[in-house]
């Protein structure tokens, strides 16, 4: 009877220190702020800082080809669109924000 409470402390303790590290903190409300307000401006900033790399990325890779594609007329909805998942971006962040 002893040994089933010591084997159940066990894996409860053991459970315990797994689920500390599977915890992933998100960006304080202070960086989602500002992070909302980067994407506002300059897509793909705003979630970098966020911790939201590869979105970020994109998001600066598809500006940076949109603004020599202004002079083309493919280049509008192409910003146009990229700012707009910013935005959502954005959004997300400050939702997820602690």
Do not use: C, D, Y
């Not at 940076?64 to 493919?74: G, Q, R, T, Y």
Request: without cysteine; aromatic residues 6%.
């Amino acid at each position: 009877m002893a040994k089933r409470k010591v084997v159940r402390k066990i894996r409860h303790s053991a459970h315990k220190k797994h689920s500390k590290h599977k915890k992933k903190g998100g960006p304080t409300q202070h960086i989602a702020i500002a992070a909302l307000l980067l994407n506002i401006f300059l897509p793909g900033f705003g979630s970098l800082i966020a911790g939201r790399t590869k979105e970020g990325v994109a998001q600066v890779i598809l500006v940076a080809v949109s603004i020599p594609l202004l002079f083309l007329i493919i280049g509008i909805p192409l910003l146009i669109g990229t700012w707009i998942w910013g935005l959502v971006t954005g959004i997300q962040i400050v939702k997820e924000a602690r």
